[in-house]
Nanobody, 124 residues
Framework: VQLQASGGGLVQAGGSLRLSCAAS????????ISWFRQPPGKEREFVAG????????FYADSARGRFTISRDSAENTVYLQMDSLRPEDTAAYYC??????????????????WGQGTLVTVSS
């Protein structure tokens, strides 16, 4: 199983980035794919998640209204569109897959597979 995260970079406050998570190696039916982030010196936190069916997108309060999670079934890829970025969004962003047939979990221990991080830096 492989989750390949990409799309991070350096952006000014107010700018946008789109992260991608390409999933392969198994069927993800019944799974949810979520994005987490880990700011420097802090714990990993949930950002947004979506069921593999594309239903039930769910956002952390910090992301709601600025970030949009979506899934491209043809490409087996989950995207995180991040708009109106703030310096406090600076973090390593990780995508993860876990059981989520009916619910998108927000705690990291519910997730079985993790991609490598992609770094997002937002300058003020």
């Amino acid at each position: 199983v492989q989750l390949q995260a990409s799309g991070g970079g350096l952006v000014q406050a107010g700018g946008s980035l789109r992260l991608s998570c390409a999933a392969s190696g198994r069927s993800f039916t019944g799974y949810a794919i979520s994005w987490f982030r880990q700011p420097p010196g802090k714990e990993r936190e949930f950002v947004a998640g979506i069921r593999w069916s594309g239903a039930s997108p769910f956002y952390a309060d910090s992301a709601r209204g600025r970030f949009t999670i979506s899934r491209d079934s043809a490409e087996n890829t989950v995207y995180l569109q991040m708009d109106s970025l703030r310096p406090e969004d600076t973090a390593a962003y990780y995508c993860a897959a876990g059981r989520g047939a009916t619910y998108v979990y927000t705690a990291p221990h519910h997730y079985d597979y993790w991609g490598q991080g992609t770094l997002v830096t937002v300058s003020s």
